[in-house]
């Protein structure tokens, strides 16, 4: 069943080369979209992600049930909230794998920051609920119960959440998906708060029993800590911000490809896990057409080696100014002495 499962998410055994044929600058063979190939990662990810942390929660549910922690029941809402970022992601996926159309002629790579958004309010939402069971157990104090069970399932919360971690991480960094390491690096930090369970429960075990909500809130000031991160990272992207190193790799493929004598602007922006960017560049005036293709071809391949993740690069070449040539004159002549 899983066989088939990666199956059709395009998740054979070719699929495990894919990431270091990107690193290797080589062409791919066999693959029908690279948009098709990382997002079937994506999927692929999510998935895992979602049944580990289903199993998790389950498991603490049970937990919660018999010893009455209320730390235990916000690390489970979490991790159930955590499970639910699943779904949005995973649509956005899916969504992004559908080609242009005349309405849509980028795609629907935005949908993967309406998915980001989501998962924030989602996040959010948990938070909130936490909060308030935590503020009700430290004015209404229940007893906690059954210590032992409660920190095992502080551990399986933290080995659930780590797992999670890895696959969102490492696959987010392969496509390119602020929304899939934003989602990554949340459910490590959700692992530490597991953990914090395990801490409640010694403090009950030696006599403190507020010990218990106290971790309660602790736990719901990381989440709210997340929600902050998360949705920082996700409205700049909305907003079209991109990362400075991105911007400084396209500089420097124009600034080190013969015939640029000047870049004079550069623009990037991500749609879902696609970079598309657009660049100015100085040119002699007097070159001929076929050297000007030439020179915005070259920027594209130097720019596609630094960054895999590159969907467009619009070139314009502009004629250089007198000080722009009489500048570049002498770094020219140096590279045709070697």
């Known amino acids: 069943m899983i066989a088939k499962v990666l199956d059709w998410l395009g ?12 690193h290797a600058h080589a062409h791919t063979h066999g ?3 690279p948009t098709i190939a990382t997002t079937s990662r994506g ?6 992600s979602f049944l580990i942390l289903t199993a998790t ?10 010893s009455h922690s209320v730390a235990l029941l916000a690390d489970t809402i979490h991790n159930i909230a955590d499970a639910g970022t699943a779904i949005p992601l ?21 949908v993967e920051d309406f998915a980001g958004l989501a998962i924030v309010l989602i996040i959010l939402l948990s938070a909130l609920v936490a909060g308030y069971e935590a503020i009700d157990r430290l004015i209404h104090p229940r007893p906690v119960m059954q210590l032992g069970w409660l920190a095992a399932a502080g551990v399986i919360g933290f080995l659930g959440n780590e797992a999670v971690a890895v696959f969102r991480i ?13 989602d990554g690096y949340h459910a490590r930090t959700d ?5 914090a369970v395990v801490l409640g429960a010694l403090g009950v075990w030696m006599g403190y029993t507020l010990a218990d909500p106290i971790i309660g809130l602790i736990i719901t000031a990381v989440i709210l800590g997340i929600v902050w991160q998360s949705a920082t990272a996700v409205l700049t992207r909305m907003l079209d911000g991109v990362e400075h190193p991105t911007i400084g790799e396209l500089r420097h493929a124009a600034q080190h490809t013969k015939g640029v004598l000047g870049v004079e602007s550069v623009r990037a922006r991500w749609l879902g896990h696609r970079l598309y960017a657009e660049m100015t560049l100085a040119v002699d005036p007097t070159l001929s057409l ?8 070259d920027v594209r391949g130097h720019a596609s080696g630094h960054l895999p993740a590159l969907a467009s690069l619009h070139v314009e070449l502009v004629p250089a100014s007198g000080q722009e040539r009489s500048e570049h004159r002498p770094e020219s002549e140096h590279q045709h002495h070697h």
Do not use: C, M
């Not at 998740?11 to 990107?22: E, L, S």
């Not at 929660?57 to 018999?66: H, I, N, P, R």
């Not at 995973?90 to 935005?110: C, D, I, M, S």
């Open 11 to 22: 998740f054979g055994p070719r699929g495990h080369g894919q990431h270091d044929q990107h």
């Open 31 to 33: 693959v029908i979209d």
């Open 43 to 48: 999927i692929w990810a999510i998935k895992w």
């Open 57 to 66: 929660a389950a498991l603490q549910l049970v937990v919660v049930y018999v």
């Open 90 to 110: 995973w649509v956005a996926f899916v969504l992004a794998r559908r080609k242009p159309t005349q309405t849509f002629t980028y795609g629907y790579g935005r």
């Open 170 to 182: 490492r696959t987010g960094r392969q496509i390119n998906s602020a929304a899939l390491i934003a």
């Open 191 to 195: 692992g530490l708060t597991s953990l």
């Open 290 to 297: 076929a050297d000007a293709r030439k020179i915005a071809e």
